[in-house]
């Protein structure tokens, strides 16, 4: 892994040539996020396992993806589904052995591909030793690696946990309580204790000696707590706060932030990636300029589209104008300072297809004019598992099917807002976090070629339809149409501009269009989506030399326009 050389940019404001932002070993690649639990089960007990990851490496490398991130594997009672680790040095039986994890490095190594695993460290799980130690003796060294309080002096603030409820809950056999910002199995670590940084660092450091490519950096954020704890105004009849009213009074998470990076990352060179959803105005160099905390963090904007501070149940359908500013806002508040990964779904996440094409109009074009979309706009493309066939939303018929703790608490809130139970399941599906953790669809044998066994969560029925071995060969597929993508990104003749070229919206007051110039030293691409199923009649702004990706067979050009057909995407070089 090689870095550290500066780029020469084209300066998105001037036009002029830049040096810039320092170029990286992981810019031009492709990330693709696995969610063990579903994606090959080697074993038939139902659950995804390593051994599967390693048998469809084969596959990845077919698809072109060469980062691979991989959901916690940790030893974890799963309430969280492994976001709640009991051992971080331990591989959970469920998932496989620490031999296993050993030859997965190597084999994916030897592939020229990268492992990157979950950094799951605002909270452990009450499993956690560290936590035992807490319950056991709460005026120890351990209690004050979590945040303990008296219970006789009441709670002492009002924040919601994540999932629904207070933060605080009872500390088991004590007259103490603690802190949860997530589900009550998850404890919050206490990151003002340096003995407490300590131990992460040196976990980290360990995992990275062994051959990882860097992390995933799961809700980061909450770290750094707003101190002292007090009330802020209730927003829901449960006379609690919602938790990022506590972040935006939090200051100071970069001094924790630039510990980590130069204690552990910076020593390897390693990929970082933050889920981080509540920086603040003008952070976004701090966390991913040249010198920032991580080396990337996702694109979030796109998703917080429609969401309502009451709860899923009221969230709102995004539009395609929605999407478009959602995209190019992103893009020119990072400009060339950094580099986003972008995404369209992730395991937190509905299916991406069924949440951003209209509801009714799911198709196989639509899934590609997406997927062409996100993926040539400036940043780390990131494909969650199964969204490179086009997996879709699944659908509930009780609420018995969902096994996800966050959908459930939606669920509650629903019914306690007043909807019927029939109301409460079909809003809080369309958003839940288990359309993207049905497993990955292989074939169209007995559970979608996934576990010879029971499967541990329900497959999509639409799985004998969509499903990898169709897709695979098959030149109009969505498969094939996410290698394509690949295969650009990674043409030398064209690299440079894709990967670092700078972005101008194009056409941005037509409707339901979504257009825009990748420019390069010596080469403009132009990229458009027509994101509707109805035809328009598109401007071109000069004379195209080559059509490089068109998700149809047509290309009606006329003059100095061009008949995009319903859900036409293409990627255009300009002379
Ligand atoms: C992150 C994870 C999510 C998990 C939560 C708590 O948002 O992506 O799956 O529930 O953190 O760890």
């Given amino acids: 892994m090689s870095g550290g050389r500066r780029g020469s940019l084209v300066d998105n404001r001037t036009g002029q040539q830049e040096d810039t932002m320092k170029k990286q070993w992981w810019q031009n690649k492709t990330a693709y996020q696995i969610y063990p639990k579903s994606f090959y089960d080697s074993n038939g007990d139902g659950i995804g396992d390593l051994p599967g990851i390693i048998e469809k490496l084969d596959y990845l490398k077919y698809l072109g993806v060469d980062i691979l991130w991989l959901s916690p594997i940790y030893q974890s009672p799963l309430a969280d589904q492994g976001y709640d680790i009991s051992d971080y040095y331990q591989i959970d039986p469920r998932f496989g052995t620490m031999e296993d994890m050993d030859r997965l490095i190597k084999e994916a190594k030897s592939r020229g591909m990268y492992i990157l695993m979950d950094l799951v460290v605002n909270h452990c799980s009450d499993e956690h030793e560290w936590f035992k130690k807490a319950m056991a003796d709460p005026e120890g060294e351990y209690g004050n690696f979590f945040y303990l309080a008296d219970q006789k002096d009441g709670r002492p603030c009002n924040w919601r946990s994540y999932f629904g409820g207070s933060v605080w809950e009872p500390l088991p056999g004590t007259d103490k309580q603690y802190l949860h910002m997530f589900h009550k199995k998850q404890p919050d670590l206490n990151w003002e204790n340096p003995r407490v940084r300590r131990e992460i660092y040196k976990n980290i450091n360990w995992w990275l000696e062994k051959g990882l490519a860097g992390f995933r950096i799961d809700a980061i954020i909450n770290i750094k707590k707003a101190l002292p704890m007090q009330d802020y105004p209730a927003d829901r009849a449960d006379g609690l706060c919602a938790p990022d009213v506590m972040l935006s009074h939090a200051e100071g998470i970069g001094e924790f932030l630039k510990e980590m990076r130069d204690e552990t990352f910076r020593k390897y060179d390693a990929f970082t990636v933050g889920e981080v959803f509540n920086e603040k105005p003008g952070e976004l160099e701090q966390f991913i300029g040249d010198d920032g905390y991580f080396s990337s963090m996702f694109d979030f904007n796109e998703h917080l589209i429609g969401q309502d501070p009451r709860g899923s149940y009221a969230a709102k359908a995004v539009t395609a104008e929605q999407y478009k500013e959602a995209c190019f806002g992103a893009q020119e508040k990072i400009g060339d300072m950094g580099f986003y990964s972008t995404l369209i779904e992730n395991h937190d996440e509905p299916r991406g297809v069924s949440h951003f094409l209209p509801k009714g109009q799911v198709c196989e074009a639509g899934k590609k004019m997406l997927a062409g979309l996100y993926f040539m706009l400036r940043g780390l493309p990131f494909i969650y598992q199964g969204q490179e066939i086009g997996m879709e939303n699944v659908e509930f018929s009780s609420i018995d099917q969902v096994d996800d703790i966050s959908t459930r608490a939606e669920y509650q809130t629903a019914l306690d807002a007043g909807l019927s139970p029939e109301e409460a399941l079909a809003a809080v599906g369309e958003s839940s976090r288990d359309n993207a953790r049905t497993p990955m669809q292989w074939d169209d044998t007995l559970h979608a070629g996934f576990t010879a066994g029971q499967p541990w969560l329900k497959e999509n029925p639409n799985y004998v339809d969509i499903n990898v071995k169709d897709q695979m060969g098959r030149p109009d597929s969505v498969l094939e149409f996410y290698r394509s993508l690949i295969r650009l990104r990674k043409d030398e003749r064209y690299q440079d ?73 293409v990627v255009l070089e300009m002379e």
Wanted: contains cysteine.
């Fill in 497 to 569: 501009t894709v990967v670092y070229g700078s972005l101008q919206p194009y056409l941005r007051e037509q409707k339901n269009l979504m257009a825009y110039f990748r420019k390069g030293e010596t080469q403009t691409l132009l990229v458009i989506g027509n994101f509707q199923k109805d035809a328009q009649e598109v401007r071109l702004p000069g004379a195209v030399k080559h059509v490089l990706i068109n998700n149809l067979e047509s290309w009606k050009e006329e003059g100095s326009t061009v008949q995009m057909c319903g859900w036409q995407f």
